[in-house]
């Protein structure tokens, strides 16, 4: 008994002070809206209802533009982002390039000046790790060792880009029922590309198809006169490592 005496001492107390609690709350708000009219409270309720639609509006649109963004980015390539960067930074390479042209200074040289020793030593290093050509090993490695070299030599038109997108319009990216194949017409300019490259390419060719001497003695190994090459290039590379299985099947002597 002499426990639970000072239990109910202690709850009734904490009942009489949230009783006040309350009451001066009450009597705080009754003060408070003293003074006011039903028709001002009610318009001083629709002015907050009315920002809270605001700013609810504002937060649905803000979050369509960040679901539409976000949809953008799950859409493009893995590799956009450094796709981008090395596209804007060949735009600022060719205008620097234009610069220097029309001060009638040597570009390459403006850029050393520029470059850091830390950054050329980097740069030493990067090009040795590149894989160098060592030489014909097949028609296909040379074939895309080619088609490497010509699409480093390509540099963006945004401008046409954005000519081309105004033009075809939704066709821009064709879908299964869009018919502009075969209209697309290519620049002058374009021609022009296409044809000095190609006139490169046959002068470079030009200078290493020099005709070596014919010997009438020599075995015919050959069916025509790109395999003659490829069985030359074979011989010269594996020649010595074959030599004795060739003397053997000549002499009928091989195993």
């Not at 080619?146 to 954005?162: A, N, S």
């Not at 590309?193 to 015919?220: F, L, P, T, W």
């Not at 011989?235 to 002499?251: S, V």
Request: hydrophobic residues 30%; aromatic residues 8%.
């Amino acid at each position: 008994m002499d426990v639970i005496l000072p239990v109910f001492i202690r709850v009734a107390q904490a009942m009489s002070t949230s009783l006040t609690m309350a009451s001066c709350s009450v009597t705080s708000a009754t003060a408070f809206g003293e003074g006011q009219t039903p028709s001002q409270k009610k318009e001083e309720r629709l002015l907050k209802f009315r920002d809270l639609h605001l700013k609810r509006n504002e937060a649905r649109k803000l979050n369509h533009q960040e679901v539409v963004e976000e949809d953008k980015r799950l859409k493009l390539p893995a590799n956009w982002e450094a796709k981008k960067a090395r596209l804007e930074w060949e735009v600022a390479e060719d205008a620097k390039k234009k610069e220097c042209a029309d001060k009638g200074e040597d570009y390459h040289r403006v850029k050393l000046l520029e470059i850091t020793a830390d950054d050329a030593e980097r740069f030493e290093r990067k090009k040795k790790k590149k894989n160098p050509d060592q030489g014909f090993a097949g028609y296909a490695e040379a074939q895309f060792r080619q088609y490497q070299r010509l699409t480093k030599q390509i540099r963006p038109d945004f401008e046409g880009y954005e000519k081309q997108r105004e033009e075809c319009g939704v066709d821009f990216h064709p879908t299964s029922n869009s018919l502009i194949h075969g209209t697309h017409v290519p620049s002058k300019d374009g021609i022009d590309r296409m044809v000095d490259d190609v006139e490169k390419q046959i002068e470079k060719r030009a200078k290493y198809s020099r005709r070596r001497a014919y010997n009438d003695d020599a075995d015919i190994d050959y069916i025509n006169e790109r395999n003659a090459k490829f069985n030359k290039k074979a011989e010269r590379f594996y020649g010595k490592y074959t030599a004795e299985i060739k003397q053997n099947l000549e002499r009928g002597t091989a195993v």
